[in-house]
C-alpha cells in the first residue's frame, strides 16, 4: 500500500549543481502536483499535471523543470540550484484532472542548497 | 500575495472542547475549499472539504462551514483529542489553481 513515494528524503546541493526528485504513485492517478512548503508560508504549487504527456505551471514555477512520460511517475527537476530553493518539496496526486479532489502527499524530500 | 490566510498560527485547547479553526481567502474564482492536517516529517492528510455550492460539510467529529459573503471558511472538531495535535492547512482551489494558507497549529491538551 505505498501510495505516493517520494526519493530521496533528504538532500544537500551546493549552489548550481542540478538534481532530479523523484515522485512515483501506484494509484492509477491522472492528476500529479509538485509543491514546496517554506517556513510561513504554507505550500506553493509549482508544477501540475494532468495525465501522461500534459504538464502545466503552478504558482512558483521558476528554476524547476517537470515531465511526465508515465500516468506513475512525475520528476521535478531542478537544472542549476540556489539557495531560494532550500524548502521542503511534496508530491500529491488525486484520481481526478483538478485539485478539487482530496490529494495524497508524499512524505516530502527536505532539500538544503548551500 | 497571499490569497488564502489562516491568521492564528497556533491555538491551544483542552481535550473533549471545541476546536475551531478558521480561514479566509480572497479570490472570488475559488469554488472548493478543503482542510488537510499534517503530522512532523510525514505529507498532509485530506480532511474534509466543501464546495462553494454549500455552507456546510459534516464528517464525524468534524464539520466545515464556508461563509462565501465573507469569503470565510472555518473547521470545527468536537470533541477535541490528543491525537488531534497538529498542523491544519485551509486549502482553495479553482481554474486549476491550488492555494494553501500557512497553517495553524493545533495542541489539544489531556
Known amino acids: 500500500n505505498a501510495g505516493v513515494t517520494q526519493t530521496p528524503k533528504f538532500q544537500v546541493l551546493k549552489t548550481g549543481q542540478s538534481m532530479t526528485l523523484q515522485c512515483a504513485q501506484d494509484m492509477n492517478h491522472e492528476y500529479m502536483s509538485w509543491y514546496r512548503q517554506d517556513p510561513g508560508m504554507g505550500l506553493r504549487l509549482i508544477h501540475y499535471?494532468?495525465?501522461?504527456?500534459?504538464?502545466d505551471q503552478g504558482e512558483v514555477p521558476n528554476g524547476y523543470n517537470v515531465s511526465r512520460s508515465t500516468t506513475e511517475d512525475f520528476p521535478l527537476r531542478l537544472l542549476s540550484a540556489a539557495p531560494s530553493q532550500t524548502s521542503v518539496y511534496f508530491c500529491?496526486?488525486?484520481?481526478?484532472?483538478?485539485?478539487?479532489?482530496?490529494?495524497?502527499f508524499g512524505d516530502g524530500t527536505r532539500l538544503s542548497i548551500l | 500575495d497571499q490569497q488564502v490566510k489562516q491568521n492564528s498560527p497556533s491555538l491551544s485547547v483542552q481535550e473533549g472542547r471545541i476546536s475551531i479553526l478558521n480561514c479566509d481567502y480572497t479570490?472570488?474564482?475559488?469554488?472548493?475549499f478543503l482542510w488537510y492536517k499534517k503530522y512532523p516529517a510525514e505529507g498532509p492528510t485530506f480532511l474534509i472539504s466543501?464546495?462553494?455550492?454549500?455552507d456546510k460539510n459534516e464528517d464525524g467529529r468534524f464539520t466545515v462551514f464556508l461563509n462565501k459573503s465573507a469569503k470565510h471558511l472555518s473547521l470545527h472538531i468536537v470533541p477535541s483529542q490528543p491525537g488531534d495535535s497538529a498542523v491544519y492547512f485551509c486549502a482553495a482551489s479553482g481554474n486549476n489553481d491550488m492555494r494553501f494558507g500557512a497553517g495553524t497549529r493545533l495542541t489539544v491538551k489531556p
Open positions: 466543501i464546495s462553494s455550492i454549500k
Open positions: 499535471s494532468v495525465g501522461a504527456g500534459i504538464t
Open positions: 479570490n472570488s474564482m475559488f469554488d472548493y
Open positions: 500529491a496526486s488525486s484520481d481526478n484532472t483538478g485539485p478539487n479532489q482530496p490529494q495524497h
